[in-house]
Each structure stands twice: as C-alpha cells, then as structure tokens.
C-alpha cells in the first residue's frame, strides 16, 4: 500500500489525479444516465433492470484505471440530491418498472461522503417497488450499515465491488488499496447477511503482460465464483485518463481488444455457478474488424443472457472464425 500523506493522498494518487482531463461541471441533482437491459440471474431467470448513474461526491480511492470520476463532485454529495435524481428517474418511467434497481454512483455507496445517512430512509422508500436493488462499493466502505440499509428495502440486496484481477503485481500497482483477504471477508460478510455479491473483473489490466490478459481475468473470475459471487462481469480496461496512457507509454498497457473479450467469455462458459457476463457499454471502441464487429457483439450479447456458449463467428475478411 502507497505511503499517504498527512492530507490522505499519496505520491501515486497525486499523480494519478494530475493526468486527468479537465472535469466537467456536474449537478449533484441530475442523474447523468439511465439504461433498461436485461439481465440473466443465477437461476436462470432473466429479469429486467434499471440502472441509474448518479452523480455525487468523489471515491476517495484514486485507481490507476478508473474513468468514473469525470462523472462525479469534488464535495460531498448534498443532503436529498440522490433521492430527488431517483425520484425524477422513477416518475419519467412507464409502468411496469423493471424487477431490479440498481444505483451506480461511481464512488462508494456505503461512504457517508457519497450517500448521506439521511438519505438512506428515502432511497430505500422509492426502491421498494423492486426485488432487487444493487448498489456499488469499495469493500473497505463495506459492513454494518450495508445491513441496516438491507433491512430497509422490501427487496433483496445485492453489494458490485470491484476485486479486478488476482495477478498479484497488477493488484498491487492498481492503487485501489484492496488485498485478497479483505475481499474474501466482504465475501463471507455479505453472504453471511444474505446479501448478494457482484463481482467486476477487469480485461486487460495493467501491468498484466498481454499473452496472459485473458488467463488473468479468467483466473479472476473463478476466484470470485469460489467465493459465491452471484453476478460476475467482465469489464474491459478503457484508457482516457491519462494515467492508462502513461502506462501504455511505458510498455505496461496494452488496450484490450474485442477478441480479447470473446476469448474471456468463452472460456468462462464452464462456470455456471453464477452468472458471468462482460459488459457491453462503449464495447464498439475495442479494436476489432469492422466486416464482423456488429455480429461478435451480438453473439456476445446473447452468450450474456443465455450463459452457454455459441459458435464464433467466421469472417473472410479478416479470417476470424
């Protein structure tokens, strides 16, 4: 673990920080997305979800690879922001509402910084409509009050954090501050409060040689399916930051690519014990033949709602099959 300074910010996160674009003005009382996909769950069942991309105060975890913060306030979240953006989402939305809520807010829901205590009853109060609600954390943030919030909601809870990789120099230079054994303690802990677990796990982490990326993220899965994950979603490294062009600068980032991607799906089939997806959002930037782009993110996306694997697809353009 880097070395911090009295403020909290050590020499990496400081330079980290420093790379960054300019961010851009964000109202701490306008959600800044939506999207209703469809998701596969353990039981096989698919159900719909409402995801909400919320904006609120900063993670004070600096990662290398992160590109969540352009979305996010440098101060604390204001007391009612969130629950007025959930409540603008949920009455612009026609009825039925999907089965699961989940809340990004690109930070740490179980920060106080981020979400308010007092906003708590509230948020809880317009999820109810749903089964399910997920929200995401940094397992650090992660205990009693991710119970007492449980509690709260008529539906079940389910707690994404990210583990990233298991390659033990890529975790170690991520700068996210997480070991193997705190994760697997948030594990047990959710599990043991019959809270759900989402698992992400990065394609093409840093530091993790290219000719091992997709064995890296598949070790990774399967150290999450161990350790009960229901949902586990395969996320590629996406540059921007400045940070990760540094990197690749230097010979320790190499983007990864679409057949990447497959290759991680692919040979993640033979876990069924949860669901294992890779996420599509912004997928159309990875390096890919364009002949055959639209029908590998197809297949792609069928294999994440259907869990069993299909055939490649040929392509005489640039051989791929």
């Known amino acids: 673990m880097p070395a911090t300074t009295a403020r909290g910010q050590s020499a990496d996160d400081r330079r980290i920080r420093a790379l960054r674009p300019p961010k851009p003005y964000v109202d701490p009382f306008v959600a800044h997305g939506t999207a ?3 998701e596969r769950r353990p039981n096989g069942g698919v159900e719909r979800a409402l995801t909400i991309f919320l904006a609120g105060a900063e993670c004070p975890f600096t990662c290398s690879f992160c590109d969540l ?7 604390p979240t204001p007391v009612g922001a969130l629950p ?11 009825q039925p509402l999907p089965a699961r809520l989940k809340l990004y ?16 009853p509230r948020i809880a109060s317009l999820a109810a409509p749903f089964t399910g609600v997920t929200v995401e954390s940094h397992v650090s943030t992660i205990g009693p009050s991710a119970v007492a919030f449980a509690q709260q909601l008529p539906g079940k809870l389910e707690v994404a954090v990210g583990l990233e990789t298991v390659h033990p120099h890529a975790a170690a230079k991520l700068n996210k501050r997480l070991d ?16 759900d677990l989402r698992v992400f796990v990065l394609l093409g982490a840093p530091y993790v040689p290219v000719a091992e990326s997709v064995a890296w993220t598949v070790r990774s899965v399967e150290y999450a399916v161990e350790r009960g994950a229901a949902v586990v979603c395969i996320i590629p490294v996406r540059g921007g930051n400045g940070e990760m062009e540094r990197l690749q600068s230097l010979g320790k980032f190499t983007p990864p690519t679409l057949s990447h991607l ?16 890779v996420d599509l959002w912004d997928v159309e930037r990875l ?15 069928r294999m994440n709602l259907s869990g069993r694997a299909a055939p490649r697809v040929s392509c005489e353009v640039c051989g791929t099959s």
């Open 69 to 75: 913060w352009k979305w996010t306030t440098n101060e």
């Open 36 to 38: 209703i996909d469809e």
């Open 84 to 94: 007025t953006q959930v409540e603008r989402v949920l009455t612009s939305l026609s």
């Open 287 to 301: 390096p890919a033949c364009a002949s055959c782009r639209a029908a590998r993110i197809a297949r792609l996306g």
């Open 180 to 195: 193997l054994a705190r994760f697997d303690g948030v594990a047990r802990f959710l599990m043991e409060n019959d809270i």
């Open 262 to 277: 497959e290759d991680a799906l692919d040979e993640c089939a033979r876990f069924t014990d949860s669901v294992v997806t």
């Open 105 to 120: 807010n690109a930070s740490n829901f179980f920060d106080r910084r981020a979400v308010p205590l007092e906003d708590l």
